[in-house]
C-alpha cells in the first residue's frame, strides 16, 4: 500500500494520481491535464495533506509552471471533492445534479466530530475509526462547484478539449466521466471500482451499468476507476456482468419476498472472495430495494453503511489505527 509521490503518465500532457490501498475507504484516483499555461486537475484528494502530495507531483511533471486552475468533480462524495478549497481561485466544475448529493453526504466537520465520539467497543465505531480515523478533517471546508452543467459540456485546457458526460443518477445523483478524446482516456469516478466490491448510494443498478457502457461506447485506450488500479475495456467490460448479476440476484430475492435484511444476509454468503469490502453488498442492496419499492426517500449515507454493518460484523475490525496515523501532520495551505 502506498500514497503515490508521483505522477503515472498516461498519455500526452495525461497524468493519473493512483493510491495503491485496496479494501478501505477514502484514497481515490485523480487525473492531472496540462497544457500550456493551463491545468485541469479531476477530482481532488480525501484530505489536505493528499491534496499538498498531489500539488507538489503535479508541479514536477507539467511542461511548464501552470496553476491548477479548474478542478472537475465526478461526483460529492468526500473523497472526491473535499480539498476542493486547496486549489484557491480554481474554477469547480460539476453536474447541476451533483449539487443534491451535497445534502446527503456529511461535511468534514461533521465527519470529525462524529469520530472523535467513536467508541472502539461498538462496532460501527471501530468500523468508522479503521477506515475513516486515519485521516485529518481538520480545518477542512465543503467547497461547493462554481459552474454546473446539463448533459455534455466541452471545456478547453491549452490547446486541448476535455469532455464532460453526464452519467447519472448511478453512483450517485450527479455522476459524470471525463472523456480526453487525444489520449483515449477516459475518467470513470465511482461508476466504476476495481478490486472491491462497488458502493453505490444512488441507483438504480441499472444507472451503474449504462453508465459503464458509455465509457465502452468511447472506445476507450485507458479507463482510470474511481478506486483501483487502470484498466482496458476488458476489465469495464468484466464490471458490467458482475453488477448486471448482481442487479439479476437482488431482483430474484425481492420477487420471492425477501426484506432487504433477508437478501443481503444471502448476497453476503455469496460473496466474490476476490472482492474486498463485501459489506457493501448490502449498501447495494439497500439502493436497489429502494428503487424496486418505489421509495422517493434521499438516502443518509452513513445511516445506510451502519445498518450494513449490523449484518455483516465479521468484516469489521478487531482493531484500528490511532486516529491521525495516516496521515499524522497538518499540512499548512498554500
Known amino acids: 500500500m502506498r500514497i503515490p509521490t508521483r505522477l503515472t503518465e498516461i498519455g500526452s500532457q495525461v497524468y493519473a494520481w493512483l493510491p495503491d490501498f485496496p479494501g478501505t475507504w477514502g484514497m481515490a484516483n485523480c487525473t492531472l491535464i496540462g497544457s500550456g499555461s493551463t491545468a485541469l486537475l479531476v477530482d481532488t484528494p480525501y484530505t489536505a495533506h493528499l491534496a499538498q502530495l498531489l500539488k507538489t507531483a503535479a508541479h514536477q511533471v507539467l511542461l511548464q509552471p501552470a496553476d491548477i486552475s479548474i478542478v472537475v468533480n465526478t461526483h460529492a462524495n468526500g473523497d472526491h471533492s473535499y480539498s476542493n478549497g486547496e486549489f484557491p481561485g480554481a474554477e469547480i466544475i460539476s453536474t447541476e445534479a451533483n449539487l443534491r448529493h451535497l445534502c446527503a453526504e456529511p461535511t468534514p466537520e461533521q465527519l470529525e466530530t462524529l469520530l472523535n465520539q467513536c467508541q472502539q467497543e461498538e462496532s460501527f465505531g471501530r468500523y468508522l475509526l479503521a477506515h475513516f480515523g486515519r485521516y485529518d478533517y481538520r480545518g477542512l471546508r465543503v467547497t461547493p462547484p462554481t459552474r454546473t452543467f446539463t448533459g455534455r ?53 441499472d444507472g451503474v451499468i449504462a453508465a459503464a457502457q458509455q465509457i465502452l461506447d468511447l472506445d476507450p485506450r485507458v479507463v482510470i476507476p474511481g478506486h483501483g488500479p487502470l484498466v482496458g475495456q476488458s476489465e469495464v467490460r468484466a464490471y458490467v456482468r458482475y453488477v448486471a448479476e448482481l442487479r439479476d440476484r437482488i431482483h430474484a430475492l425481492h420477487a420471492d419476498g425477501l426484506d432487504i435484511d433477508e437478501a443481503s444476509r444471502v448476497l453476503l454468503r455469496e460473496r466474490r472472495p476476490d472482492l474486498g469490502l463485501w459489506e457493501r453488498l448490502a449498501v447495494l442492496t439497500a439502493t436497489e430495494y429502494r428503487h424496486l419499492n418505489g421509495s422517493s426517500e434521499t438516502p443518509q449515507l452513513l445511516q445506510v453503511l451502519s445498518s450494513a454493518i449490523q449484518l455483516a460484523p465479521e468484516c469489521v475490525p478487531t482493531t484500528t489505527l490511532p486516529r491521525y496515523a495516516f496521515p499524522a501532520q497538518r499540512v499548512p495551505r498554500s
Open 153 to 205: 459540456l466541452e471545456v478547453p485546457v491549452g490547446d486541448l478539449t476535455v469532455e464532460l458526460i453526464e452519467v447519472g443518477p448511478a453512483h450517485t445523483v450527479g455522476d459524470l466521466i471525463v472523456h480526453i478524446p487525444h489520449s483515449g482516456v477516459v475518467c470513470a469516478g465511482d461508476v466504476l471500482f476495481i478490486g472491491d466490491v462497488p458502493v453505490h448510494w444512488a441507483g438504480p443498478l
